[in-house]
Structure formats: C-alpha cells, structure tokens
C-alpha cells in the first residue's frame, strides 16, 4: 500500500442503495444531492462519490441532464473531486449506466470489479408504509438480479472512461477475488498505478464483516499490488464506523455518505451527510490523523484535474 498518511474521506452522497422511506434525509432532488455533497467537502470530503436519482420519485436514474442538474453547482461551489458512479442502479443495463460518466468526463468514476449477487431485498421487512411504488418492487428484485460486471463490461469501462476521457477510477471491491481481476486489468496494462482500492464489507452478495476479511484485503492486495495502490475500506450499515475506524487505523482511507450507511449512531439516523463526514473526522483527529485536501488527493491519485471534466 501507498503510505499517504493523510487520509482520504470519501462521501457517497445518495447512491441507489436506500430508498425514500428509509430516511427523510435521503438526497433526492438535484439540489439536496448538491447542498449535502457541498456540506459533506466542507467538513472535510475531498471526494464526492455521485449517483443520481429521478427528482419526483427518488427512483436511481442514469439520465445525464439529472446529473447536469447538480454537478454543476457542486463543482462552483467546492473543489471537492467529483466522482460518477458507474454502478448506477438495479433498475438499469451496463450501456445506461455509462452514458452519463461518458458524457461528463469526470476526474474520477466508480469500476465495480465484478459480477455478484447485491441483496437489498431484506430491508423489505423492515418497512410497510411505501412513499412510492417503485421501492418495494426495486429491492424485491435483487433476489434474482445479477449486478452485472464482466469482465468485457470491465474492459469497456477502463478503454472508453480511462484511456478514452482521462478518468480515473475507485475500483470497488466487494471480495477477493475483485482484487485479482483488478491485478488482471493491470497486467494487461489498462489500470495504471495509483490505483486507489475501495474495499466494501457488508454487501449481501459480498465478503461480510469480520475484521479477519479486512486484515485479509489489506494482506492480498499488498501482494498483488505492492506500493503501486492507495487503499479505502467503506462497510454497509451498521459497520460503516468500525470498519473504517480500522481500515484508518491500519493506514487506510475511509468512504462514508447515506449511500452506505443511514445512521449516525445507533437508532440515530443520520440528518446529513456532513453529520457523518464529521464524525469521522474527529474519530481520524483523536487518533492524529491528517486529512487530506482535494489538491492533495488530486496529486496523490494523479488525476487529470477540473478543467478537464465535461461539465
Ligand atoms: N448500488 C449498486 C449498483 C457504484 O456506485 O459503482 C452499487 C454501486 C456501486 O452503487
Ligand atoms: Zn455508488
């Protein structure tokens, strides 16, 4: 692992997880994605990870003109380093969920480093009275959806967004073996260092929670990747605080945001994502750890820089 020894926060400011009913504090409109990832770099995010969702139904949306509705405002207003999903939503193929990176050229996008199954649908119980139709039907069908990443769709994404516009990537790794399919893009020579590895614990089709997966993470790619990648850990739900308390701990950087995780603490749901961005930034200040500005992520990560965005 690269030693930055500043730490990188991360914010997921919506992302298509969670759903309106889950929290009244969810993003939703362009502008409350825009305010909330505002407040979320002036506490202390550097990187802005954006998803969009349609402004009436809070549905995820890969429309390009909905996200031209908030990045905008988000790039006048901070120098955070915006980054576009590539994930998308379950609601949505590999060819809409580029159309809109693909447009907009961003410093930074989302590569999911693998096909896997990506359950929502246990939250179903938890809830019954549905602001919008959509939600119950959307996480009912993740118990037969394919979160799809091949290796082709891998190969499309690293040849047009990151040899085609200059973007670089958050490879998101949700088990081990995503870690060796990044080293078979590097070795083939379409992912060039630094590559900066988020490391996802707690997704239903992913690597659980146990701290022995994070110390393994950590372990593999070390020797996959040497010195040549900068290292985040971000855990669903109710790990999110541990886990990249941890993850820091051991020389990592940490993502957090709504995307992952809706609670402050427990039975608190979390009214912004700044309320989370702070908490971690204090838990990184008792332990003596720096955080690092967007100039210093956009050298650390070798970006190519705001001027060269399409928006
Ligand atoms: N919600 C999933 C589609 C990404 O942003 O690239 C996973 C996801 C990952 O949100
Ligand atoms: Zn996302």
């Known amino acids: 692992m690269a030693e930055t020894r500043k730490v990188i926060i991360t914010c997921a400011v919506t992302g298509a997880i969670h759903t309106p ?10 502008d409350q994605i825009a305010t909330s990832a505002v407040e979320a770099a002036e506490a202390g995010a550097a990187i802005l990870h954006l998803h969009a969702r349609d402004p009436q139904t809070g549905c995820p949306t890969p429309i390009a003109e909905v996200f031209l509705e908030f990045l905008p405002q988000i790039k006048q207003r901070t120098d955070a380093i915006i980054n576009i999903t590539t994930g998308g939503g379950h609601n949505m193929t590999v060819e809409q969920r580029l159309a809109a990176p693909l447009r907009l050229q961003p410093e930074m996008c989302s590569c999911n480093m693998g096909s896997m199954n990506f359950g ?12 919008h139709p959509w939600e ?8 037969d959806f394919i979160f799809k990443n091949t290796f082709a769709d ?11 516009c200059g973007t670089r990537f958050e490879f998101e790794c949700y088990d081990i073996g995503h870690l060796y399919n990044l080293a078979y ?45 900068v290292w985040s850990i971000l855990a669903a739900g109710k790990h ?4 990249v308390t941890t993850g820091a701990i051991m020389g990592g950087n940490v993502r957090v945001g709504l995307e992952d ?11 912004s994502n700044a309320d989370q961005v ?8 008792e332990l003596s750890l720096e955080i690092a500005t967007p100039t210093e992520v956009r050298q650390i990560l070798a970006l190519k820089g705001v001027s060269q965005v399409a928006f």
């Not at 891998?154 to 085609?164: D, H, Q, S, V, Y």
């Not at 999110?240 to 886990?243: D, G, I, L, P, V």
């Open 136 to 143: 119950p039907q959307y996480l009912e069908r993740t118990r």
């Open 120 to 131: 929502l649908f246990p939250a179903i119980e938890k809830f019954s009275d549905w602001q």
């Open 240 to 243: 999110q605080t541990n886990f």
């Open 21 to 30: 009913t889950m929290s009244p504090y969810l993003p939703i409109t362009p």
């Open 154 to 164: 891998i190969e499309t994404i690293l040849e047009k967004l990151g040899r085609g």
């Open 278 to 285: 702070r908490k971690i930034r204090g838990i990184l200040a």
């Open 185 to 229: 893009f590097v070795d083939r020579g379409l992912a060039k260092p630094p590559f900066f590895v988020q490391s996802i614990f707690g997704i239903l089709g992913g690597i659980g929670c146990d701290i022995e997966n994070l110390l393994h993470m950590r372990r593999i790619a070390d020797k996959l990747f040497g010195r040549d990648y």
């Open 261 to 271: 995780n809706l609670y402050l603490g427990k039975g608190e749901l979390a009214k």
